[in-house]
């Protein structure tokens, strides 16, 4: 089964420093890198390198940092027929990464606030879909309801936290946050941070990464959590996003959820011990080594 990915797609600028940078606070680091990147993009790249056939919907500028931000997709085969091309520059991030692997992000959106709901195909029955918070909300609030409509299993990675009208949020097929995107969405919903409680709350599956100490889930039927696999920490950068892809990956192959998070602790276990984002994730036979 196909997994479609509507989300943001960028080419990261990637800086090593001792330490991250303070208010008013200028650092000096090593030598920069231009590399693929982008919350969907990333995702997508996870997906593919696990094994699934995956179509990527976004939108790029006409501008050279288009070929560095598609890049990793196209080596990883996702098919790329339904990017958009736009007069808006191609989205970009700077990226701090300081000794121990930790982050400090800014990204400029660019061409992924063109990115529109209609660029996506007919969705077959059972369709994995997967989105992310990089891309217009009204967009991705259409998508749904219409992945709904078509049978389609639509997943959100409500990333970076940002507003979703709670009707439509009850649509989805499943919602993934990490620790800090639960807190503000339990804010709103008037509930705990956990997975069993935003689950209740919502009537959906839920699933919460918590970095190093795991993930848990809740679903109508069961309640787990998955333990995260230890690993040398090059670089956090992605690694949420390759949890994601993968699990969106093994559900595509009929996966449970709990064997499919489990999957994607492993993926983004290798993920954090390489540098960059859509360049650190794993193939399958690298997840299914460390699985074994």
Do not use: Y
């Amino acid at each position: 089964m196909t997994v479609t990915v509507f989300g943001s797609v960028n080419a990261d600028l990637t800086f090593p420093v001792p330490e991250l940078p303070a208010p008013g606070h200028t650092v000096l680091g090593g030598a920069w890198r231009a590399v693929p990147g982008g919350k969907g993009a990333n995702q997508a790249v996870a997906a593919a390198r696990d094994g699934a056939p995956v179509r990527f919907i976004g939108a790029v500028g006409r501008d050279p940092m288009a070929a560095i931000a598609l890049s990793a997709l196209r080596n990883a085969g996702v098919d790329l027929s339904a990017v958009l091309e736009t007069e808006a520059p191609t989205g970009a991030a700077c990226i701090c990464v300081d000794a121990e692997g930790r982050n400090q992000i800014a990204v400029s959106p660019g061409a992924n606030a063109l990115a529109r709901a209609a660029q996506v195909p007919p969705l077959a029955p059972g369709t994995i879909l997967l989105m992310q918070m990089e891309t217009p909300p009204g967009e991705i609030a259409a998508l749904i309801r219409r992945a709904r409509g078509e049978g389609a299993r639509p997943i959100l990675n409500l990333a970076p936290a940002g507003p979703m009208e709670p009707e439509v949020l009850r649509a989805l097929h499943l919602l993934i946050t990490n620790e800090h995107e639960a807190a503000w969405l339990a804010a709103r919903l008037g509930c705990a941070a956990t997975a069993g409680a935003l689950h209740a709350a919502l009537g959906i599956a839920v699933a919460v990464t918590l970095g190093e100490r795991g993930a848990e889930a809740a679903t109508g039927s069961a309640q787990w959590r998955v333990e995260a696999i230890p690993a040398r920490v090059a670089d956090t950068t992605g690694a949420g996003d390759c949890w994601c892809g993968v699990l969106a990956a093994a559900l595509s192959r009929g996966a449970p959820l709990d064997a499919a998070m489990r999957r994607a602790a492993a993926a983004a276990s290798i993920a954090v011990s390489h540098p960059g984002a859509a360049d650190s994730m794993p193939s399958a036979a690298e997840t299914d080594a460390l699985l074994k």
